[in-house]
Nanobody, 122 residues
Framework: VQLQASGGGLVQAGASLRLSCAASGRAFRNYSAAWFRQAPGKEREFVAS???????YYGDSVKGRSTISRDNAKNMAHLQMNSLKPEDTAVYYC?????????????????WGQGTLVTVSS
């Protein structure tokens, strides 16, 4: 499956953004999808995931401020982020895996999009 992330940009603290991940190539509905982020000099960090059944998980850093969703009919996954903070600044990557195990671990994911940059100014 091929993934393409979009929706990043430069926003002020407190604003909202909606990231999108477009999937192509295989039946996206059979995959678990996730968002990770990576800030300069830091390791890739789990943000959120959604299983093929719709179960959702969130990283502590975004819990309560973000919502992950998917539209299997359109082969899309989305990440709605609210109340953005400067520490949310990072490149955000969408990822997918067939099984859905260890959803928080980057190495569990087979497919990755190219990343979209989110910059939050104070």
């Amino acid at each position: 499956v091929q993934l393409q992330a979009s929706g990043g940009g430069l926003v002020q603290a407190g604003a909202s953004l909606r990231l999108s991940c477009a999937a192509s190539g295989r039946a996206f509905r059979n995959y678990s999808a996730a968002w990770f982020r990576q800030a300069p000099g830091k390791e890739r960090e789990f943000v959120a995931s959604i299983s093929w059944t719709g179960g959702t998980y969130y990283g502590d850093s975004v819990k309560g401020r973000s919502t992950i969703s998917r539209d299997n009919a359109k082969n899309m996954a989305h990440l709605q982020m609210n109340s953005l903070k400067p520490e949310d600044t990072a490149v955000y990557y969408c990822a997918a895996q067939m099984i859905g195990r260890e959803y928080w671990r980057p190495s569990a994911y087979t497919y990755w999009g190219q990343g979209t940059l989110v910059t939050v100014s104070s």
